[in-house]
């Protein structure tokens, strides 16, 4: 079914700040370190034309105030979108944060992944019409995350091999390109990876009408998949995947999953069976449930 003759949801339109090219809508539940270290990336990025939208998932006001302090001082618009805590329910607080946003153009990452400098750009340069965008993020150990400063994140040092070899991270080269590749390693790269294009939530974008028209996320599904299912209804309506692995990349801070439950995994990967013999192209579990 083609995406362009879905009936769109009775949902009002993005209000748009011209100066406003990406709404960024970050996850995160009672990590104020980790969230202030995020915060720390988009604070030094080479573009400024964009909002950044909190979808917390129930965190007491340690994170709210933590979130609102390191804005302030970074010159970073903020647009904090709360509900209480009830249990792992990341799928609806994403709803209600695309409602949210203010910009027609969304790019989603997660509390405890710190950006490139020129993450902003090079999603806002990727974008097209019709499509999304499919990133990644390295992932570092705890003693290497604890150790990062403000100022190695301003400085960029934090995205270099070597300061990452000498403060614990032992990864081998191909798998540091997802942070360090130049952009003609990151065009072979995102050619030749095996890697599936699909939607991860610490590093895809797209329309804001276009997750509109497909439901949002599934608010049925807990931990562990939901955001490729998000992704593979775009699919199934005509939304091409462009795969940007390596053109920028994300640092993931190391913590524990607490809230990862075998059970509600079985349940997702079913939900997602599901959509993919179904072909389907929107939830009835999603932003309708939020609707007027």
């Excluded at 804005?71 to 618009?77: I, M, P, V």
């Excluded at 490139?116 to 390295?138: E, M, N, Q, V």
């Excluded at 490729?228 to 692995?245: S, T």
């Amino acid at each position: 079914m083609a995406l362009s003759i879905l009936a769109r949801p009775a949902f009002p339109p993005s209000i748009v700040s011209s100066p406003l090219q990406a709404s960024v809508i970050i996850s995160t539940y009672n990590q104020p370190d980790w969230l202030e270290k995020c915060l720390w990336g988009f604070g030094y990025q080479t573009r400024r034309d964009f909002e950044v939208v909190i979808a917390d998932d129930g965190s007491d006001q340690a994170t709210r105030a933590r979130a609102e302090s390191v804005c302030e001082a970074l010159d970073l618009t903020l647009n904090y979108v709360w509900h209480p805590d009830d249990g792992f329910q990341k799928c609806r607080i994403l709803n209600k944060a695309i409602l949210a946003a203010r910009s027609d153009y969304l790019i989603f990452t997660d509390g405890d992944c710190i950006p490139k400098p020129d993450f902003i750009a090079t999603h806002l340069g990727l974008r097209a019409p019709g499509r999304f965008l499919s990133g990644g993020y390295f992932k570092l150990p705890m003693s290497t995350s604890q150790a990062i400063t403000q100022e190695d994140v301003a400085s960029g040092r934090v995205f270099d091999g070597k300061w990452l070899r000498a403060h614990g991270v032992t990864a081998p080269w191909n798998k540091l390109l997802k942070i360090t590749a130049t952009p003609r390693q990151a065009w072979w790269a995102n050619r030749l990876t095996p890697a599936n294009r699909s939607w991860n939530g610490n590093n895809s974008s797209t329309w804001r009408d276009l997750a509109i028209q497909t439901g949002g996320f599934d608010e049925r599904m807990g931990y562990g998949g939901q955001d490729r299912e998000f992704g593979e209804r775009l699919m199934n309506a005509g939304v091409r995947p462009i795969m940007m692995r390596y053109s920028t990349g994300m640092l993931h801070l190391d913590h524990s999953r607490g809230y990862r439950n075998e059970e509600g995994i079985r349940k997702n990967r079913a939900i997602r069976a599901e959509t993919r013999k179904q072909k389907m192209t929107r939830t009835a579990f999603g932003l309708n449930l939020h609707a007027d």
